[in-house]
Nanobody
Framework: QLVESGGGLVHPGGSLSLSCVAS????????MGWYRQAPGKQRELVAR???????NYADSVKARFTISRDNGQNTVYLQMSSLAPEDTAVYYC???????????????WGQGTQVTVSA
């Protein structure tokens, strides 16, 4: 299970932090990431991070957003700054999780958290 927190309303130019905690009988988590979906648009990758800390970002958020993770706490974070109205979307956490008793990783999604950037 993935549970996001930290969404809300922020003014243009402001900052917001999101967090997502994975819980359950977890053996290992590979890549974790953040996606977003704006009204009428497809879900898109925002940023992702491997277990070893390698990251990649969508061009639209480079230099403004920072993804990080705490492997010991099964948590991924997204620090967002210089937010603009076009960043308004539902943000979803994503993780590749190997559950107890399995040899495979499975993709999990959080329920989403709304981020609204508006004056």
């Amino acid at each position: 299970q993935l549970v996001e927190s930290g969404g809300g309303l922020v003014h243009p130019g402001g900052s917001l932090s999101l967090s997502c905690v994975a819980s359950g009988s977890i053996v290992s988590i590979n890549t974790m990431g953040w996606y977003r979906q704006a009204p009428g648009k497809q879900r898109e990758l925002v940023a992702r991070i491997t277990r070893g800390g390698s990251t990649n970002y969508a061009d639209s958020v480079k230099a403004r957003f920072t993804i990080s993770r705490d492997n010991g706490q099964n948590t991924v974070y997204l620090q967002m700054s210089s937010l603009a109205p076009e960043d308004t979307a539902v943000y979803y956490c994503n993780a590749d999780i190997k559950p107890l008793g399995s040899s495979y990783y499975y993709v999990h999604w959080g329920q989403g958290t709304q981020v609204t950037v508006s004056a």
